[in-house]
Nanobody, 124 residues
Framework: QVQLVESGGGLVQAGGSLRLSCAAS????????MGWFRQAPGKEREFVAA????????YYADSVKGRFTISRDNAKNTVYLQMNSLKPEDTAVYYC?????????????????WGQGTQVTVSS
């Protein structure tokens, strides 16, 4: 069992940056693939980024490629999402997710554990 707690959300102006963190409990965190998803008001939850258990492989949605960076620190049981050049359309609740089998996928049904989410609001 893994519990995930996101932090780092907030209000930022367009063009600004935020770094989200996701702290995980559980002994096997380092063996899991991790992902970030987001859900904007009135929209379906969508994939943002994923990272392999070692951090050696990453995968991004086209909408954030070149602006967002996913990383992890297995010693701290934490995964990060650095978000730069933020746009109003990045406004959403951001969720961290863990997948027991370390394969990089975008489908949310593939993920086994979810956090409660953290709000990111980008003003124009």
């Amino acid at each position: 069992q893994v519990q995930l707690v996101e932090s780092g959300g907030g209000l930022v102006q367009a063009g600004g940056s935020l770094r989200l963190s996701c702290a995980a409990s559980g002994r096997t965190f380092s063996s899991y693939a991790m992902g970030w998803f987001r859900q904007a008001p009135g929209k379906e939850r969508e994939f943002v980024a994923a990272i392999s258990w070692s951090g050696g492989s990453t995968y991004y949605a086209d909408s954030v490629k070149g602006r967002f960076t996913i990383s992890r620190d297995n010693a701290k049981n934490t995964v990060y999402l650095q978000m730069n050049s933020l746009k109003p359309e990045d406004t959403a609740v951001y969720y961290c997710a863990a997948k027991e089998v370390s394969v990089l996928v975008a489908a949310e049904y593939e993920y086994d554990y979810w956090g409660q989410g953290t709000q990111v609001t980008v003003s124009s």
